[in-house]
């Protein structure tokens, strides 16, 4: 399976395509973070993080986008320009009929580590093995996109199993 996960930001969003399955060693394909000046216009920062994400998509094809799951933040300004920068990974998926996943950042933790409270230095520091890399994804943003990417690739097999199964008992 290969994943385009997203750590969705205004001023800076996290972008990696992973590629593997659960039980199988990972592939991380692309790492990056796509970047936009908050001195900018907001429509064209939006623009810009559309352009670049659909670039991804033509480049790479994931068969599915995993997105973190944005969540309320006292910094309601920070949390509405998280929002409108998923949105454009939402549209793209939408477009293109790539299924989508949301994941919250616990559960993004909990897959990678083992523990939903891990710190960043962690998952960072997991993933890092995980891809078999000589050096840490940079900055978090990147390392927070190839953290859910994997986190959807060993979770979609199972959350797969029990749709189905829900759909067999209606």
């Known amino acids: 399976m290969r994943v385009l996960g997203i750590d969705p930001g ?17 592939n991380g394909i692309h ?3 796509i970047m936009t000046d908050p001195k ?9 993080t559309e352009a670049a994400l659909r670039l991804l998509v033509d480049e790479f094809a994931p068969e599915a986008i ?11 300004r920070s949390a509405m320009g998280t929002a ?10 939408g477009q293109r009929g790539i299924p989508v996943a949301l994941h919250t950042p ?31 994804p940079s900055p978090a943003d990147a390392a927070d996109a190839v953290a859910i990417a994997i986190c959807h690739i060993w979770r979609a097999p199972a959350q797969a199993r ?8 209606r």
């Not at 205004?10 to 990972?26: D, I, M, N, Q, S």
């Open 106 to 136: 616990t559960e993004v933790k909990a897959a990678v580590t083992g523990n939903g409270r891990a710190d960043k230095a962690q998952v960072t520091a997991m993933i890092t093995r995980l891809l078999g890399l000589r050096i840490a």
């Open 84 to 93: 409108q920068a998923a949105a454009m990974a939402l549209l793209i998926a």
């Open 31 to 33: 790492i990056g973070v």
């Open 162 to 169: 029990i749709a189905a199964a829900v759909a067999v008992a």
């Open 40 to 48: 900018v216009p907001i429509e064209q920062r939006l623009t810009t």
């Open 66 to 76: 995993a997105i973190e799951r944005v969540f309320s933040q006292h910094n309601v």
């Open 10 to 26: 205004l001023t800076r969003c996290g972008v990696a395509v992973v590629e593997g399955a659960a039980g199988r060693p990972l």
